[in-house]
């Protein structure tokens, strides 16, 4: 059973997600938002398009910490099947400016 992020951003940021909507999941990142993977850091559209959008990306979130900013998520796409995760989440205001993602 997945758990709902209680930071309401970044539940939002989740929702997009599965539902592939590109458009919703853009417009919750700030204009200069940043992000890496397992600790280097990622071109944000790229890495996005291949891992989430054209891979079918998909997220079950197991556990939470820090208010609904952290957690850990049974991630899924087409490139890679199923893998525990990590996700944090630097929120400003209603907008995101950056996320960390790796294996858990």
Same mark, same amino acid.
Do not use: C
């Given at each position: 059973? *997945? ?32 992000? *890496?993977? &397992?600790?280097?850091?990622? &071109?944000?559209?790229? =890495?996005? &398009? ?9 997220? @079950? $979130? $197991?556990?939470? *910490?820090?208010?609904?900013? *952290? ?15 990590? =996700? ?11 996320? @960390?993602?790796?294996?858990?």
């Amino acid at each position: 059973m *997945s758990v709902q992020p209680a930071d309401p951003v970044v539940a939002r940021f989740v929702t997009a997600l599965n539902a592939g909507d590109k458009e919703a999941f853009f417009a919750l990142l700030t204009d200069d938002a940043t992000m *890496s993977d &397992d600790g280097s850091e990622r &071109d944000l559209g790229e =890495w996005t &398009d291949r891992e989430i959008f054209s891979s079918s990306g998909h997220m @079950e $979130v $197991v556990s939470q *910490s820090d208010g609904g900013r *952290s957690f850990v998520a049974d991630y899924s796409n087409a490139t890679w099947g199923q893998m525990r995760t990590r =996700w944090s989440f630097t929120v400003q205001g209603d907008r995101i400016s950056r996320f @960390e993602t790796g294996q858990a």
